[in-house]
């Protein structure tokens, strides 16, 4: 990782308006992560549907400030709800490796992601609020795991964590990471896609799980999406 931070390589996606080279930012739309180092990352597959690739970006703070970078391609998964989208411009070369692990009950997970909830609060104090999203870090354990539809339309698939933690509107494309980590410097393992929330009893959230995609080949890639991750 070197002085990476997990800001650099976990990216809110945005929707907005492209002018020229200048992005105008409207509101977050769900988040990336990177993968590899030729320019794609993973997000979920209906935040690709909720979006207009022409008039979206992705968004990598710097000391500056957001630098938008143009989505150039996306593609879906043709079952689970995940997705790839390839970027104009790698910011940095990534440490996420797609697992193909299969987990169970009581795995430990971080994830991360930009919950629109966040973005709208910070716009009570800043203007700007909306369009710099702080990066949320949640941390639960896998209450189960799910081989069959989900009874919420918005999900399509059928291989999924149920969660321990609702990570919040906006956070839908983020990594969810395997515990115990490697120490700093190597792979994070990614056991799931972070896609949302539902009611189980409780409020829970819900991943696509690795183990339904690590060897899904997208054309975009040319081969599969857990060979471009190890490639770092």
């Known amino acids: 990782m070197n002085d990476q931070k997990v800001r650099d390589v976990v990216l809110p996606v945005f929707a907005g308006e492209w002018k020229d080279t200048n992005f105008a930012f409207r509101e977050?739309?769900?988040t990336a992560?990177?993968?590899?180092?030729?320019?794609f990352a993973v997000t979920a597959a209906h935040v690709i549907d909720q979006i207009n690739l022409e008039s979206s970006a992705v968004a990598v703070v710097t000391d500056e400030g957001w630098s938008a970078y143009r989505i150039v391609g996306a593609e879906k998964h043709p079952s689970e709800d995940v997705a790839v989208i390839q970027l104009e411009?790698?910011?940095g070369p990534s440490w996420m490796v797609?697992?193909?692990?299969?987990?169970h009950q009581a795995c430990s997970y971080h994830a991360w992601g930009y919950p629109i909830a966040i973005a709208e609060m910070g716009a009570k104090h800043n203007e700007d609020g909306l369009q710099t999203p702080d990066l949320i870090f949640t941390r639960g354990y896998v209450r189960r795991r799910i081989s069959r539809e989900l009874p919420f339309s918005i999900y399509r698939g059928q291989a999924f964590y149920e969660l321990s933690e609702v990570a919040g509107d906006g956070c839908s494309g983020g990594p969810v990471v395997k515990i115990p980590n490697v120490p700093m410097g190597d792979a994070w393992e990614i056991m799931g896609v972070y896609i949302g929330a539902g009611e189980?009893?409780?409020p829970v959230g819900y991943a696509t799980r690795s183990d339904?995609?690590?060897?899904?080949e997208p054309q975009l890639l040319g081969r599969s999406i857990r060979d471009e991750s190890l490639d770092r």
């Open 28 to 30: 977050v739309a769900g």
């Open 33 to 39: 992560f990177l993968i590899g180092k030729r320019g």
């Open 89 to 91: 411009y790698m910011p």
């Open 98 to 103: 797609i697992g193909s692990s299969s987990e």
């Open 200 to 202: 189980a009893v409780t």
């Open 212 to 216: 339904s995609f690590h060897s899904w």
